[in-house]
């Protein structure tokens, strides 16, 4: 005999999708709005900037001022701007643990529902 | 292919139209990528410098490359609404599938609020050049939202057709700006001197680190699949349609590195947020300016409107299988659209678009796309061990296997460590995320689905089983 699944009302249908939305929402903004999402480059700001000692040549000059920069200190910290790629290892492990178990689980979870569906589907007696 | 739904339970129920050509597939993969060039890539550039960027586009072309060859095999034999969602159902199992469905949907919502950004910051760069500074950017962030949906919302014939013609528009404007250029048109000179002077500002990590936003060149060419259940010829049009448009992508993404990293520095090329246009603004030519503004409003309005038809497929397939709520699987007695989900999947785009920056909105996309693109790789070996070659007809049998497969798994592990770098808190927390999603389809959702309609392909029992 074929699985029957229970007759979803219009309640339940509602719960789950504000669950999921709720989930999607808070998952994706928390790290937004807790401030630890995103890489920020940090500006290293000379002083006195001039095209040449920001290790801009004329034709670069030119293409900045083409842009609408013409004054080397509105690019001051544009140019001196460098991403922090120093980090530690365990933040990796557990990003690294995080990913790979998150397959394995879903995997695992999803053979089992899957021989359910071949056991259904393949099976006269059960179809 | 076209029994898919027909072996389906025998119940009256409207089907997508099959009204789609190999024309059509490409404008779909290119029309959502092609965006992909005209804002985003740049961000690789930043991460790692000119050099970094251009090994970025190369590398990532090469896993786009295996996505590509994979994912047409798998389609032009899985040939369902819902693209690699489908796919997952066949070949892994109902909760893959969930997260599949979840994975195409964060991806091409994302995108698409991404696109409205896009099309935001550019009207307002615009009136800044016209004297008017200070636009506010929100009332056509959703006017974009609003359009494409309402498109969407009436037909997929005139939807892909409308992108189609806005796609070819926005290629021959990265062409056009090329040649130009070559040909003298731009008042200041091409310069490539930061590729000596500042080869690798952040050393060999900065490579790894740019292949993160290297994969914007690229990201949804694989939406190609999502319209297989509404293409005449899947077999055909899939493959021809995918492949077609990821060489586009390779010729127009090594154009536009060579145009903007020769015309832009690469300190403000690493942060600009629509480098065709501001290239164009450098060369004076009042008349490319205005060819790269046109380039990158239809660009954007083309990715947006495919993202709204692929994530509204997978939204309505998941509906369609109580994976979600049913009243999502509903297609529009007139215009024959997954209309709720379409409606429905508005205000989530609006949500990120109206308050979320663009790189962080940008790295939410890519993430949902590794994801996906990992899946595909174990998917592949599953499908050729369940189903060995001679045991079912497919449309197209992709060369070399598995070396694409094990290619495909090296990148994304390099990408994985290239979106740690800098945005490693995103991807934990997307990862908690699709945790918690999975067990609560798993323990909770499950109960609803019919197990035997998960598989509807006429196959034979997979071995193993």
């Not at chain 2, 536009?256 to 164009?280: I, K």
């Not at chain 2, 709204?308 to 699987?329: E, H, K, Q, T, V």
Request: hydrophobic content about 50%.
């Amino acid at each position: 005999m074929a699985y029957q699944p229970p007759k979803q009302g219009l309640a339940g249908q509602v719960f789950d999708v504000i669950t999921l939305l709720v989930l999607t929402v808070g998952a994706l903004y928390l790290p937004l709005y807790l401030g630890f999402a995103g890489a920020a480059k940090t500006p290293n700001p000379i002083a006195n900037p001039t095209w040449e000692a920001l290790g801009q040549n004329a034709t670069e000059a030119k293409q900045w001022a083409a842009i609408g920069i013409a004054d080397p200190a509105a690019a001051n910290d544009i140019i001196t701007a460098r991403f922090d790629y120093s980090f530690n290892w365990l933040p990796l492990i557990v990003m690294a643990v995080l990913v790979v178990g998150y397959f394995v689980l879903v995997v695992r979870l999803s053979d089992r529902e899957y021989r359910e569906v071949i056991e259904e589907r393949f099976d006269p007696k059960r179809r | 292919m076209a029994n898919v739904t027909a072996t389906a339970p025998a119940t009256e129920r409207l089907q997508l139209l099959r009204v789609l050509g190999p024309a059509h597939i490409w404008a779909l993969g290119v029309g959502i990528v092609l965006v992909g060039e005209y804002m985003g890539w740049n961000f690789s550039v930043g991460k790692g410098g000119m050099i970094a960027g251009l090994a970025a586009c190369w590398v990532a072309g090469l896993l786009y490359t295996c996505v590509a060859m994979i994912d047409s095999e798998v389609t032009s034999t899985i040939a369902a609404a819902g693209g690699q969602y489908a796919q997952a159902k066949h070949i892994v199992g109902p909760l893959m599938a969930f997260n599949v469905g979840l994975f195409l949907v964060m991806a091409y919502t994302m995108l698409e609020a991404a696109n409205a950004i896009t099309v935001g910051y550019l009207l307002d760069t615009v009136a800044g050049m016209m004297g008017h500074t200070g636009l506010n950017q929100k009332p056509f962030i959703i006017l974009s939202i609003m359009f494409l949906a309402w498109l969407n919302f009436r037909g997929v014939l005139a939807t892909l057709t409308f992108n189609l013609v806005i796609t070819a528009i926005a290629f021959l404007a990265i062409i056009a700006l090329f040649v130009s250029v070559q040909l003298g048109a731009s008042a200041v000179a091409m310069d490539f001197s930061a590729i000596t002077t500042a080869p690798l500002p952040y050393g060999w990590i900065g490579i790894v680190a740019a292949l993160h936003f290297g994969l914007w060149y690229y990201l949804g060419i694989e939406g190609t699949c999502q319209a297989a259940e509404e293409v005449r010829s899947p077999a055909r049009s899939l493959p021809y349609g995918t492949m077609a448009g990821i060489m586009t992508l390779l010729i127009a993404a090594t154009m536009t590195w060579y145009v903007c990293s020769g015309l832009l520095p690469w300190e403000y090329l690493g942060q600009a947020g629509t480098p065709l246009f501001d290239a164009a603004r450098v060369t004076g030519n009042t008349g490319l300016m205005v060819l790269l503004f046109v380039g990158t409003m239809f660009s954007t309005l083309a990715s947006a409107n495919g993202c709204i038809n692929d994530a509204s497929r997978a939204w309505f397939s998941m509906g369609r299988d109580r994976y979600l709520p049913s009243w999502f699987g509903a297609v529009h007695p007139v215009y024959r659209t997954p209309y709720r989900s379409i409606v429905f999947l508005v205000p989530i785009a609006l949500i990120f678009a109206l308050g979320a920056p663009l790189d962080q909105v940008v790295t939410f996309s890519i993430l949902s796309g590794l994801l996906g693109y990992t899946f595909m790789t174990f998917n592949m070996v599953m499908f050729r061990r369940k189903w060995p070659l001679e045991t079912i007809k497919r449309g197209y049998v992709h060369p070399l296997h598995p070396l694409p497969t094990i290619v495909l798994l090296t990148l994304c592990a390099a990408a994985y460590f290239a979106v740690f770098l800098g945005y490693g808190t995103q991807l934990s927390a997307m990862m908690c995320f699709y945790i918690v999603a999975s067990l609560w389809f798993h323990f909770r959702r499950y109960r609803f689905v019919r197990r035997g309609d998960q598989f509807t392909m006429p196959w034979p029992k997979p071995q193993g089983y």
